[in-house]
């Protein structure tokens, strides 16, 4: 088990938490599909307490390196932008209520989000340094981003038209990429 707290183990503690994010957000999609949105939403906040404690056991066991590094944006992406914005879509905007306009609008923001997620999950990569957490983000960052789209989600089911989702989900979108600070915890 010496492997779980090596740095240079594709299998360390932290990544495991990373691949149990990815789990979750697979199996959140695979939910979404079936049309159980509850338990997807569920699973995704299960990925969320993963991705939460991977940073923490890379930093506490300094296990951060650049696999891991590369591994929890692609986690994150399939969890938090991925699954989130399909959710969305499906329960959503592609009901047969929801004009025509709105879908197709719908289909061009939820494609504005899924760039917007992978350009900032890029960014991130490209600027990380292992072991280095920054003060604050720059821009929404994506687990946060999918906390906004829950909400979101929520009032498109129970308050407001499909058209109102559209637009909360484009300005989300233009936050993951802004110069808006936010703290880190």
């Known amino acids: 088990m010496n492997f779980l707290y090596r740095a240079d183990s594709h299998f360390n503690l ?3 938490f990373t691949f149990g994010n990815l789990a979750s957000g697979l199996i959140a999609m695979y939910l979404a599909t079936q049309g159980n949105f509850v338990w997807a939403v569920v699973f995704l906040w299960i990925g969320g307490g993963f991705d939460i404690f991977d940073g923490k056991m ?6 951060s390196n650049e696999f891991g590094i590369q591994l929890d944006s692609y986690a994150d992406f399939l969890s938090f932008v991925l699954t989130p914005v399909f ?3 499906i329960s959503i905007i592609n009901q047969p209520e929801t004009s025509s306009f709105t879908f197709v609008l719908g289909a061009g923001v939820s494609l504005y989000y ?14 990380a340094e292992e072991g280095e957490v920054e003060e604050y983000f720059t821009g929404l960052p994506t687990p946060l981003g999918a906390i906004v789209l829950w909400f979101i989600f929520l009032g498109g089911l129970y308050v407001y038209p499909a058209l ?19 703290k880190h915890l």
């Open 14 to 16: 932290a990544n495991m």
């Open 58 to 63: 890379a930093r506490k066991y300094n296990l």
């Open 87 to 89: 959710i969305i879509f």
């Open 114 to 127: 899924i760039i917007s997620g992978l350009r900032r999950l890029i960014q991130f990569n490209i600027n």
């Open 164 to 182: 109102i989702t559209v637009a909360l989900m484009a300005i989300t979108g233009w936050l993951l990429n802004s110069t808006v600070k936010i």
